[in-house]
């Protein structure tokens, strides 16, 4: 999408979008009724001419960046619908708001339509209108939503990906494509180099599948050298069947989306090198594809994992902590990360624990639990702190090896969290469980169905911050 910033409206024909509060109703000729126009966040108003959409913020008191994202989100998503190719944001009465605006619009004019038979067509171009003197700052506000925006679209677009076409390999070929283009370093290591360097846990969730696994490393040396980086490790599994303890076949294809923890580390990864953050930043994506076959690992396997510990598998479907143990324990051993955040869509549990509009939140380490918050909180990605009790951990406990990949049913989400606090050991470490808001079936919030790039904003914030 083409963004501009300018004092005066340019020429043309334009759709023209103007924000309104639901206590300034009144000032439009005829004022409309509720019915008509709620002016609550995400409301549209569009049938007073065909040329002006106006979008509700809600109440003026309660205006915040939450509501202007959401509402320029729903408004894009509307226009691209109705085939809006040109819009004129009027913003002169929010300067302070073009940023969110900005990363709404292009976050709601998202949409996945690559193997539609009818695709609408994208807003081409987005022109954004501010008062003379904030042209300025408005100009960097503005391009910093784009950036921000972009990296999420383009992790959903990974995650949208269907699994026959994205798997490992592709997937380490779509890193080192984004390394190239925004100056990254990329590292992939293949099914040899991870049997080398005693990649248990991700050797045997990827054994089998016949398009094998890979870890994929991005490496952002914006701060000085030898300074400890911040590492953002992902779930990639590019499709989770379940392996031998095999999922029941209800939505099964939704599990697509179960390498949306590592394409948000690849979304944040391009953001923050475009961005130039002055930080040691590193990615992890741990890739592979979760299949039943005759190679596969199977339930009763004992495996010894990159930092030794040997897991007894009890469920093959408890894949995603497999691979994540793996990457962490990576994450301090090569990289000494000095923090690390993980994201994964890692549990049913955790949807069933806190629905689809938050995250769980799991950390060892208070001063980086309340940092990752802050940047969540910035993002509009809502997050939730979750505990891990000494009961969860006993939960895992295994009679025949150290721990065991799964605790079973009560506490799911805690004792996946607890399981992959042995990896990280005394490292400070925040784990995201993004089961449920990595995607959703319908549009909603200012975005289309499909994958939401969840994280992908919330990672650079805490990235760029303090
Ligand atoms: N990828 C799934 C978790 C998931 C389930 C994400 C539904 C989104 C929607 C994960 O690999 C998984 O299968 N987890 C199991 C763990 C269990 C076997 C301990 C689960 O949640 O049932
Ligand atoms: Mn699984
Ligand atoms: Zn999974």
């Not at 909180?377 to 000494?390: K, L, N, T, Y």
């Amino acid at each position: 999408m083409k963004l501009r910033i300018v004092s005066e409206p340019p020429a043309g024909s334009w759709t023209t979008l103007k924000f309104i509060c639901k206590d300034e109703r009144a000032s439009l000729v005829p004022p409309p009724s509720d019915a008509e126009f709620s002016g609550d966040v995400g409301a549209l108003l569009s049938e007073r001419a065909a040329s002006t959409l106006y979008a509700g913020l809600g109440e003026s008191a309660k205006l915040d960046d939450a509501a202007i994202r959401e509402t320029a989100g729903a408004a894009a998503l509307a226009l691209r619908k109705r085939g809006k190719r040109k819009v004129l944001l009027l913003l002169n009465e929010h300067p302070k708001y073009v940023a969110s605006a900005v990363e709404g619009f292009v976050l709601g004019a998202y949409r996945f339509e690559t193997f539609r038979p009818k695709k609408t067509e994208p807003v081409a171009e987005l022109v954004v209108v501010v008062a003379k003197k904030d042209l300025a700052d408005a100009k960097k506000a503005a391009e910093h939503g784009l950036i921000l925006a972009e990296a999420a679209n383009a992790a959903r677009d990974l995650a949208n990906s269907p699994g026959n076409l994205l798997y490992p390999k592709t997937l380490a070929a779509a890193a080192k494509t984004v390394a190239a283009q925004c100056g990254l370093k990329c590292r992939v290591l293949d099914e040899k180099e991870l049997k080398l360097r005693k990649f248990g846990g991700i050797l045997a969730v990827g054994s089998g599948s016949s398009r094998g696994p890979r870890l994929i490393e991005l490496i952002h040396a914006g701060g000085p050298k030898g300074q400890a980086p911040l590492v953002l490790v992902g779930k990639a599994i590019t499709f989770d069947t379940g392996g031998i303890s095999i999922k029941p076949a209800g939505n099964m294809e939704e599990m697509i989306f179960d390498m949306c923890g590592g394409a948000a580390v690849l979304g944040a990864m391009q953001a923050i090198a475009r961005l130039s953050v002055r930080r040691n930043v590193v990615g992890i994506l741990a890739a592979a594809e979760n299949m039943p076959s005759g190679t596969a690992y199977r339930p009763g396997d004992i495996v010894t994992m990159h930092n030794k510990v040997n897991v007894e598998i009890v469920n093959t479907d408890a894949e995603g902590r497999m691979v994540l143990g793996d990457a962490l324990s990576w994450a301090r051993s090569e990289h000494k990360a000095a923090r690390i955040i993980n994201l994964a869509t890692l549990t049913g549990a955790c949807g069933v624990a806190l629905g689809d509009s938050a995250a769980g939140l799991w950390s060892n380490d208070d001063a980086f639990q309340a940092d990752v918050v802050r940047a969540a909180a910035e993002s509009g990605e809502r997050v939730w702190p979750m505990p891990i009790f000494p009961e969860h951990i006993e939960r895992i406990r295994s009679d025949v090896a150290q721990i065991k990949n799964s605790g079973g049913r009560l506490g799911g989400a805690c004792t996946a969290a607890a399981f992959l606090k042995v990896f990280v050991e005394k490292t400070p470490w925040v784990h995201l469980d993004i089961a449920y808001t990595a995607h959703c079936s319908s549009d909603k919030h200012g975005l289309a169905s499909g994958a939401t790039g969840f994280g992908v904003r919330t990672l650079v914030r805490l990235a760029s911050g303090g």
